[in-house]
């Protein structure tokens, strides 16, 4: 069996909603990257035999196999396909196993996989219920199939539902989760301010750096939020 390598990764910085990449197609967010990324491995880009993005809600400027479109918006060879995955908030990774999977098979020598999403342009789960509505669809992608209702009945399909099954399976109080996310929100805020994402992020335009995490998060402000549950996946 053939071995798969990753040769070279880059990304763009993470921006925040409305921030310095709000106003962005999420097309050129992908071109930047993928020019960068040709450029820093030094690979012929018409040896490039597919490109793999991740991407949910694929509507609007995210629509039209956007994988595909980010790599001809960014003057690279017409001759090389592309390929939009959705497996929701794991689509970017699943890009990078389906690249390494032609790899490792044979089928495939050398691959492009990463992914692209404005979610200022196209909120989180759009697809799944905004973009519905003028066709009279209102109730989400699960409502009126009879086989999802016998298995699984009216619960909600949300990450925060799901959250709350997990916290209450393994006894998970609020309060540890919150120091979980706040500890979390410093190692990060330490780790831009030390330059460890410098190798691997590429400036676009004004924005050099991630706009978060947040730094004047603290306990008693996260205790005071509450979330807004609706649609989700």
Avoid at 18 to 43: C, T, Y
Avoid at 175 to 204: I, K, N, P, Q
């Amino acid at each position: 069996m053939s071995e798969a390598y990753i040769v070279e990764a880059v990304r763009t910085p993470v921006g925040r909603r409305g921030g310095g990449l709000g106003a962005v197609h999420p097309a050129d967010l992908g071109a930047h990257v993928l020019k960068e990324l040709i450029r820093r491995a030094g690979v012929d880009p018409a040896a490039v035999e597919d490109v793999v993005l991740g991407c949910l809600d694929t509507v609007g400027p995210q629509a039209g196999d956007i994988a595909r479109t980010a790599w001809l918006a960014a003057g690279l060879p017409e001759e090389v396909p592309g390929v939009t995955v959705d497996r929701q908030c794991g689509s970017s990774q699943q890009a990078v196993h389906f690249a390494a999977q032609a790899v490792l098979s044979g089928t495939q020598d050398l691959v492009v996989a990463g992914g692209t999403q404005n979610m200022t342009q196209i909120p989180i789960a759009f697809a799944s219920r905004q973009a519905a509505e003028p066709l009279g669809l209102t109730q989400g992608p699960y409502a009126g199939s009879e086989g999802w209702r016998a298995r699984y009945g009216d619960a909600p399909v949300n990450q925060f539902h799901g959250a709350q099954l997990i916290a209450e399976k393994w006894g998970i109080s609020r309060r540890e989760m919150e120091e979980f996310a706040l500890t979390s929100h410093r190692r990060a805020a330490r780790a831009l301010d030390e330059g460890r994402f410098a190798r691997e992020t590429v400036a676009y335009g004004n924005v050099t750096a991630d706009e978060g995490p947040r730094r004047d998060t603290t306990l008693e402000q996260m205790a005071r939020l509450s979330p807004v549950v609706e649609g989700g996946t």
